[in-house]
């Protein structure tokens, strides 16, 4: 089964810009960056830090839609293909 950010990121052009997909209860906000623009990098950074300070967790998703990895730090790896976020759920 491929998800819809699988699709998007296996039929992108190389040199697509960038996504930043922030799950809340409001559904999916997507933020895009091109990392050569110095203004959406730094944009897009002062979202991440802001979101992740809020207590959001964020993921990589590797171009060709393949599981990424956990991002531990507050900066945004402004080379991936594309960054989920969502706030971090409450476990018992």
């Known amino acids: 089964m491929t998800t819809a950010i699988q699709e998007s990121a296996q039929n992108a052009p190389q040199d697509a810009q960038h996504t930043l ?13 091109d990392p ?10 002062k979202l991440f830090k802001r979101l992740k300070k809020n207590g959001y967790l964020a993921y990589t998703v590797g171009g060709d839609g393949s599981k990424g990895e956990v991002i531990q730090g507050d ?6 293909a594309a960054v989920i976020m969502s706030p971090q759920m409450v476990g018992g």
Do not use: F, L, Q
Not at 75 to 80: G, L
């Open 75 to 80: 900066e945004i790896p402004v080379e991936a």
């Open 36 to 45: 050569s623009n110095e203004v959406e990098v730094e944009a897009v950074r």
């Open 21 to 33: 997909h922030v799950m809340d209860s409001t559904g999916d906000t997507r933020t895009t960056w």
